[in-house]
């Protein structure tokens, strides 16, 4: 089975504090990504990475970054955190499309900047 | 236009009914298609792809008619457990997914 692991699950964080939020796959998948999910908004895309030291800003990037310098492990970054950040945050990965479709899941990390 | 639409619900019903949900992408070029469910506070999980053809797991069966764009749900012999929302996911280009926003389903006793 895929895992895609958080290692942060719950994490209360101050305004203005860095947060970092670590994934790790265990599928060589080239594909990795950073989605906010707040009720009534849906899935937000971040970022993602298509492979080692690439990233490409998703739909909402403004506030956050990423790194990717190992294949498994895409790490999200709020550089100064804002109430409006806090929310569930979910990893996922995913292989190319000529090696398989589906998109797997981390358990989420909720965020909660006071 | 969202990319991808989905009655929020919820769809209240009672066990071992028959429930149906739709979902509606916009891209025709939209290469794949999937159901995931999520529970409460969880991530969402893989329920089953769409096939162009139809298919079937179990109670479950997942259609696409990509003429009118729409790809669709059926729960038959609805459980307690089944309920949760349902998320429709659709993949477009190279690194694209695109997510309804859920429908969810509710399943009294």
């Known amino acids: 089975d895929v895992k895609v692991t958080q290692s942060s699950r719950y994490l209360v964080k101050r305004t203005g504090e860095k947060v970092f939020l670590e994934c790790v796959q265990d599928?060589?998948?080239?594909?990795m990504f950073w989605y906010r999910q707040d009720p009534g908004l849906g899935l937000r895309l971040i970022y993602f990475?298509?492979?080692?030291?690439?990233?490409e800003k998703g739909d909402i990037p403004e506030g956050y970054s990423v790194s990717r310098e190992k294949k498994e492990r895409f790490s999200l970054i709020l550089e100064s955190a804002s109430t409006n950040q806090t929310s569930m945050y979910l990893c996922a990965s995913c292989d190319s499309p000529s090696s398989g479709n589906t998109i797997y899941f981390g358990e989420g990390s909720w965020l909660t900047v006071v | 236009r969202k990319e991808v639409e989905q009655d929020p619900g919820p769809f209240n019903v009672p066990e071992g009914a028959t429930v149906a949900f739709n979902c509606t992408y916009s891209n025709s070029a939209s290469q794949s298609f999937f159901w995931y469910r999520q529970d409460c506070r969880k991530e969402p999980k893989l329920l089953m792809s769409?096939?162009?053809s139809g298919n079937e797991d179990g109670r479950f069966t997942a259609q696409l008619n990509r003429a009118s764009q729409y790809i669709s749900l059926l729960i038959r012999d609805s459980k307690l457990s089944d309920s949760a929302t349902y998320l429709c996911v659709v993949r477009g280009g190279f690194n694209k997914f695109y997510f309804g926003s859920g429908t969810k389903l509710n399943v009294k006793p």
């Open positions: 990475s298509y492979d080692v030291k690439m990233k």
């Open positions: 599928m060589d998948h080239e594909n």
């Open positions: 769409v096939y162009s």
